[in-house]
T-cell receptor
Framework: GDSVTQMEGPVTLSEEAFLTINCTYTATGYPSLFWYVQYPGEGLQLLLKATKADDKGSNKGFEATYRKETTSFHLEKGSVQVSDSAVYFCALSDIAHMLTFGGGTRLMVKP | EAEVAQSPRYKITEKSQAVAFWCDPISGHATLYWYRQILGQGPELLVQFQDESVVDDSQLPKDRFSAERLKGVDSTLKIQPAELGDSAMYLC??????????????FGPGTRLTVL
């Protein structure tokens, strides 16, 4: 079946540091890929998405590129802020539009 | 801004008791999802509704879990009897449609269940 693997956290960075959270997937066909963010005490929010190979999703300074050849969708941000502290989930959507999530990566940004 | 509402936000119960969670999706959203999120893991789909009909409940433990969406609007997820392993966050999400194209799923704040 489909699966998503993320790097384990927590990831601890200083403010203005560069962020990379790795995500790889296994799927049949051509899934859509997503990054969701979950702030403390809140539900998940869609951060960005990409629906086909080589697409780049971007939002709030975060970016991720759909790499079919490496089955990856790594999340990056050039300069993180304390307010970016949250749990980040990589996910894919199959032909039936069911979401499969990775285990999540906690990001902690220190001032 | 329209949001998915869930209640209660927190629930503590003893094993073998019955519990119920309620979800009110964003107005006009035909598709409703219930997910279970165990601490430290990603959400896992339990059941998906399209209007009042169940589309997928293959991961729902039907011996103790039940879900309904009688009028195709709000929904209730029930566990009877609760077991220690049911302790988790239960998330509800809704989207406009779930068949022909992907539409963003909007998540509620969740209900955190603790079974003692």
């Amino acid at each position: 079946g489909d699966s998503v693997t993320q790097m384990e956290g927590p990831v601890t960075l200083s403010e203005e540091a560069f962020l990379t959270i790795n995500c790889t997937y296994t799927a049949t066909g051509y899934p859509s890929l997503f990054w969701y963010v979950q702030y403390p005490g809140e539900g998940l929010q869609l951060l960005l998405k990409a629906t086909k190979a080589d697409d780049k999703g971007s939002n709030k300074g975060f970016e991720a590129t759909y790499r079919k050849e490496t089955t990856s969708f790594h999340l990056e941000k050039g300069s993180v802020q304390v307010s970016d502290s949250a749990v980040y989930f990589c996910a894919l959507s199959d032909i039936a539009h069911m979401l499969t999530f990775g285990g999540g990566t906690r990001l902690m940004v220190k001032p | 801004e329209a949001e998915v509402a869930q209640s209660p936000r927190y629930k503590i119960t003893e094993k073998s008791q019955a519990v119920a969670f309620w979800c009110d999706p964003i107005s006009g959203h035909a598709t409703l999802y219930w997910y279970r999120q165990i601490l430290g893991q990603g959400p896992e789909l339990l059941v998906q509704f399209q209007d009042e009909s169940v589309v997928d409940d293959s991961q729902l433990p039907k011996d103790r879990f039940s879900a309904e969406r009688l009028k195709g609007v709000d929904s209730t997820l029930k566990i009877q009897p609760a077991e220690l392993g049911d302790s988790a966050m239960y998330l509800c999400a809704s989207s406009l449609v779930g068949k022909s194209s992907y539409n963003e799923q909007f998540f509620g704040p969740g209900t955190r269940l603790t079974v003692l």
